[in-house]
């Protein structure tokens, strides 16, 4: 089974922090993706990577930026946290050129107060 | 830019009936995918079903089918003899040729006891 892991499941950082999500895949994947989940937006895609040390922005990359050194991890990473940045936040990856579907992460629960 | 829309922020189902989730997206592209997403409370998104656009058949998976109406860009999820565990948030989703995905904004289900 594809495996995807992400660093923490609940995290609570202060406004003006550095953050950074960390997730893995042990699938060789080459592509991987970064969403933001809120109630009412659905998914909403923040960066993307089709591989290593290549990242493409998505719907909504202000605020944010990535870092994919190694095939499997890809980063995300909050420069200065502010509050309107409380969201699940969602990491998922798919193969190269195929019609197969994008596997998830659990899920980080980001909280900036 | 493709477009999904979920027009039912809630439902909910009595155990063992049948539920309909619909779903409409917008694309000028041929040949895409589509996937229905289930995220049970807490727990990791995972697949319920695909569906290429080239295959005018609807896909089924068990207790799990699809009514795809390809002209009137319709893709809607039937859920047959409902269980507690169907008791989820449910994501359709659009895979274009460039596998990015888009996402409609969910549907949350809940099924009575």
């Known amino acids: 089974d594809v495996k995807v892991t992400q660093s923490s499941r609940y995290l609570v950082k202060r406004t003006g922090e550095k953050v950074f999500l960390e997730c893995v895949q042990d699938m060789d994947h080459e592509n991987m993706f970064w969403y933001r989940q809120d109630p009412g937006l659905g998914l909403r895609l923040i960066y993307f990577?089709?591989?290593?040390?290549?990242?493409e922005k998505g719907d909504i990359p202000e605020g944010y930026s990535v870092s994919r050194e190694k095939k499997e991890r890809f980063s995300l990473i909050l420069e200065s946290a502010s509050t309107n940045q409380t969201s699940m936040y969602l990491c998922?990856?798919?193969?190269?050129?195929?019609?197969?579907?994008?596997?998830f992460g659990p899920g980080t629960r980001l909280t900036v107060l | 830019a493709q477009t999904v829309t979920q027009s039912q922020p809630e439902m909910s189902v009595q155990e063992a009936e049948t539920v309909t989730l619909s779903c409409t997206y917008d694309t000028s592209e041929n040949n895409y995918y589509l996937f229905w997403y289930k995220q049970p409370p807490s727990r990791q998104m995972i697949l319920v079903i695909r569906?290429?656009?080239?295959?005018?058949q609807n896909a089924t998976e068990n207790r799990f089918s699809v009514n795809f109406q390809k002209a009137a860009k319709s893709f809607s999820l039937k859920i047959s003899d409902s269980q507690l565990g169907d008791t989820a948030m449910y994501f359709c989703?659009?895979?274009?040729?460039?596998?990015?995905?888009?996402f409609g904004t969910g549907t949350s289900l809940t099924v009575i006891p």
């Open positions: 998922a990856s798919s193969p190269e050129y195929s019609e197969d579907t994008q596997y």
């Open positions: 990577s089709y591989d290593v040390k290549m990242k």
């Open positions: 569906q290429e656009a080239y295959k005018q």
């Open positions: 989703a659009f895979m274009n040729t460039g596998n990015q995905f888009y």
